[in-house]
């Protein structure tokens, strides 16, 4: 009777201590157990109380446990005066950092065009691999300076639902950051598709794709990679949300009927001893998630505060353990114990799962901007093979120009050079790399033999034209030098709106000078920003369109540009010598802006 009595007290003494507690006992003898506490920060016009209360409360129960915490802030919070108020107030615990969504005061104050008639949250339109590679860097260079100027320094910590992996490296070699966030693995939840990445626990990318496992120091971008919303090992595998919602984040398992229980134990999958490091993410979406669980999120912070031999820290505090733990890479992780992640694989066999890892391939993002309405980064649907590129027409360059300096005709090759970058510069840019055909301009077969072909040609044409009585002399120049017209050309817009007619120069994406009309005497001059949707819609010469003709890229064009140069050296034989000076400095001017413009295009294409 004794023995029962003992047990029943037992039973009911283990059932009222609290579960923090029995868990803190099973971590016992753990080392190297984090829980990163991270809260992203978008605008107020997105929340749902527009007033500072939700960040107060927020940080307040954060504070509460003394913790420390990483706030990631979008760009429009840098602007708000008020909430930037209370940022600072924080105690020296929290860490602050950027949260890489783009609005549309964001695109324009960063001088890039933001897409019109879709929704904040279009992956076009809120993530960076929305933009061009240029569009990028400028983005990130306004959020990183807009940053340093509101904190005095560079934000180490970056995250969104989506970092391509231009952009990480970008930031990675001007900034410096040492972590990133990610959404963990979800195939088709709010119209963004992430697939194939380690399993809820963190690593090292390889430098050419963020869900690639870095195989070895040669392939490793030193930024560690942590995941949002870690998902259940077994039940978060498959399609859509009914799946994805089994995860840390308490408005998704809370949606499922979850409760603080399913959270602990999940927490424990992921801080379990077998792996020579836990890690557990937890936080909510200030001001939206967090006006309807906010309740739930104390509830996991007071969970925590009782799990013993963890430690809570921020994004930059879990990079530099990371870095002590693995100075190179992690090999291996198994967790639950179905998942077997290892640098070149990932298998769960229970589940049907086996994605073996490529270090040579990227994700098309990479290089151009992603136009689609779903974000689909799927590592199982990247099939490219990889293929072998070497740049031979540089030897032909080099050839060449051994030949004509030999034949002491040294003009013949400069302009025959000259004219091979600007009549095909954008093709001679392109190549095979990261498993795609990049492409410049237009899309071309066979692409080394083509880059070979039209070099050699051009010099054919100089080397022509210069036995021509006409072409003698400064004339020859003009071939070349006439596509610094296309300078100009390319930046004139036109347009018709509110009853006007508008004759502009573009100064920038957004910016434009010129005149506008309605009568003809009733001319006002221009010289201002266009939103986006205007901007975007004024008529062009669009020479984008042009490379989509193979023909007009490789025959029209640089023939065009051949017979301007010819009326060009009819007209400067009219012309007096003073004249003459100013327009040949003028072209050279053009010329050696459009030879920037070539080597600072962004892909167009890849294939």
Not at 119 to 131: D, E, I, Q
Not at 160 to 181: F, Q, R, T
Not at 353 to 371: G, L, P, T, V
Not at 433 to 448: K, N, R
Request: glycine residues 6%; contains cysteine; positive net charge.
């Amino acid at each position: 009777m004794k023995i029962l009595v003992f047990w029943v007290l037992l039973s009911v003494l283990i059932f009222l201590i609290p579960q923090g507690i029995i868990a803190g006992e099973r971590l016992t003898g753990c080392e190297n157990r984090f829980v990163t506490l991270i809260n992203p920060v978008r605008g107020r016009n997105l929340w749902i109380d527009k007033t500072v209360k939700p960040a107060k409360d927020q940080y307040n129960l954060v504070k509460e446990y003394n913790f420390p915490a990483t706030w990631l802030l979008q760009y429009d919070v840098l602007l708000d005066k008020e909430l930037l108020v209370e940022i600072n107030k924080f105690d020296k615990n929290q860490e602050k950092g950027v949260f890489l969504e783009i609005s549309q005061e964001f695109a324009e104050q960063a001088r890039v065009i933001y897409p019109h008639s879709v929704p904040w949250f279009n992956p076009r339109a809120v993530f960076l691999s929305g933009y061009s590679q240029s569009d990028r860097r400028k983005l990130i260079d306004k959020l990183f300076i807009e940053f340093k100027l509101k904190f005095g320094s560079y934000p180490g910590s970056v995250g969104a639902w989506w970092i391509d992996s231009y952009s990480l490296n970008y930031m990675k070699e001007k900034y410096g950051i040492k972590s990133a966030m990610i959404v963990a693995d979800q195939k088709t939840t709010d119209n963004y598709g992430v697939w194939g990445q380690w399993w809820g626990v963190p690593y090292y990318p390889s430098k050419i794709n963020i869900l690639t496992p870095a195989s070895n120091s040669n392939n490793k971008l030193d930024v560690v990679i942590i995941q949002w919303a870690q998902r259940d090992p077994l039940q978060a595998w498959g399609e859509g949300p009914a799946v994805s919602n089994y995860s840390l984040q308490a408005n998704d398992y809370i949606r499922q009927g979850k409760d603080i229980k399913y959270f602990s134990n999940l927490t424990n999958v992921y801080l379990d001893c077998k792996n020579p490091v836990g890690q557990v993410t937890v936080g909510l979406e200030t001001g939206i998630e967090s006006i309807g669980y906010i309740g739930e999120y104390e509830k996991q912070l007071k969970y925590l505060s009782g799990v013993s031999n963890i430690k809570f820290v921020t994004m930059g505090q879990f990079a530099r353990e990371f870095a002590k733990i693995f100075p190179v890479f992690p090999e291996q992780f198994l967790i639950d114990p179905n998942w077997i992640l290892k640098t070149g694989s990932r298998m769960n066999s229970k589940l049907g799962d086996d994605i073996k890892y490529r270090q040579d391939i990227a994700f098309s993002d990479f290089f151009i901007a992603d136009h689609e309405n779903f974000l689909n980064r799927n590592l199982q649907q990247l099939s490219q093979s990889k293929q072998a590129y070497s740049p031979y027409f540089l030897l032909v360059i080099l050839m060449a120009g051994i030949f004509f300096f030999s034949k002491k005709l040294f003009n013949v090759w400069i302009t025959g050079t000259l004219f091979a970058i600007f009549s095909f510069g954008l093709i001679l840019r392109s190549a095979y790399s990261m498993g795609w055909q990049i492409f410049y301009g237009p899309s071309v077969p066979f692409l080394i033999f083509i880059q070979v072909a039209v070099v050699a040609i051009s010099y054919l044409l100089m080397w022509f034209f210069s036995r021509l009585k006409f072409f003698k002399g400064l004339i020859l120049w003009f071939i070349p030098l006439s596509f610094g017209l296309d300078f100009i050309i390319s930046r004139l817009r036109f347009s018709y709106f509110g009853e006007k007619y508008y004759f502009l120069y573009s100064i920038d994406s957004l910016r434009s000078t010129g005149f506008s009309f309605f009568k003809p005497f009733n001319l006002r001059i221009i010289n201002q920003d266009f939103p986006s949707v205007i901007s975007s819609s004024l008529l062009k010469v669009d020479f984008a369109k042009l490379w989509d003709n193979l023909y007009i890229s490789l025959i029209a064009y640089p023939l065009l540009h051949i017979l301007l140069a010819v009326l060009l050296g009819y007209l400067f034989g009219k012309f007096p010598s003073g004249v003459r000076k100013i327009l040949v400095g003028l072209l050279i001017v053009l010329a050696i802006l459009q030879f920037i413009n070539i080597f600072q295009a962004d892909p167009r294409l890849v294939q």
